[in-house]
């Protein structure tokens, strides 16, 4: 089945700096991708839907000058928290819908996940 | 706007018993209506689906009926292990532009404990 790989699973970086987290798509080609952020025992909330060649669709209050996405190919989108703070730290989750022979309607399959602490 | 609403957690109980996790959503058109299932550290697995008014989605002994008349998708399993504990999240997704590749909106997530 379609497969969605996440890395690096967990990092840990001091305030102040810049974190990247890779989303790839390995058996199938996403023109979209979608990136969620997890508090602790909270639901996904979704942050950022990502499209390939073109400019990332931010929800509200999300800052997209804090939260840099990039979706450089059709099996690659990246989540960079740029001068990251403590509040940052939070479980981040990306997801991709395989369009191969399915419709809208067919599920979504994520990454396990990106959890990121900073210090 | 688009919303799922679930019973809140935490949900505990003992081996072999019955689970109902209540969901409930507010959506404008037709959309589809997934579980997605949470392991402790781990991204989400779907679990299950249904795409249109009184489909029954079911896996691994979960299933759910998509309720249009009471828009409910409840989850249910007739004898739990204690390998079932996980976060539960229900979901909707959202009628998609091109662009958007159709969102999931997600509950709040019941979190489920089962004791031997």
């Known amino acids: 089945g379609a497969v969605v790989s996440q890395h690096p699973s967990w990092v840990i970086c001091k305030s102040g700096t810049s974190v990247k987290i890779e989303c790839r798509s390995l058996d199938f080609q996403a023109t979209t991708m979608f990136w969620y952020r997890q508090f602790p025992k909270q639901s996904l909330m979704l942050m950022a839907t990502?499209?390939?060649?073109?400019?990332?669709?931010?929800e509200q209050g999300v800052e997209k000058d804090k939260f840099l996405i990039n979706h450089a190919s059709l099996t690659l989108s990246t989540l960079t928290v740029t001068s990251a703070h403590p509040e940052d730290s939070s479980f981040y989750i990306c997801?991709?819908?395989?369009?191969?022979?399915?419709?809208?309607?067919?599920?979504?399959?994520f990454g396990n996940g990106t959890r990121l602490t900073v210090t | 706007g688009n919303s799922v609403t679930q019973m809140e957690g935490p949900v505990t109980l003992s081996e072999e018993a019955f689970l109902t996790i209540n969901c409930t959503y507010t959506?404008?058109?037709?959309?589809?209506l997934f579980w997605y299932v949470q392991y402790p550290g781990e991204g989400l697995q779907l679990l299950l689906k249904a795409t249109k008014a009184d489909d029954k989605g079911s896996n691994k002994g979960f299933e759910a009926t998509y309720r249009k008349e009471t828009t409910s998708f409840h989850l249910e399993k007739g004898s739990v292990q204690v390998s079932d504990s996980a976060v539960y999240f229900c979901a909707l997704s959202d009628f998609p532009g091109y662009n958007q590749g159709g969102k999931l909106i997600f509950g709040q997530g019941t979190e489920l404990s089962v004791k031997p």
């Open positions: 990502s499209n390939e060649g073109s400019k990332a669709t931010y």
């Open positions: 959506a404008t058109g037709y959309p589809s």
């Open positions: 997801s991709a819908r395989d369009w191969r022979g399915s419709s809208y309607n067919s599920p979504l399959h």
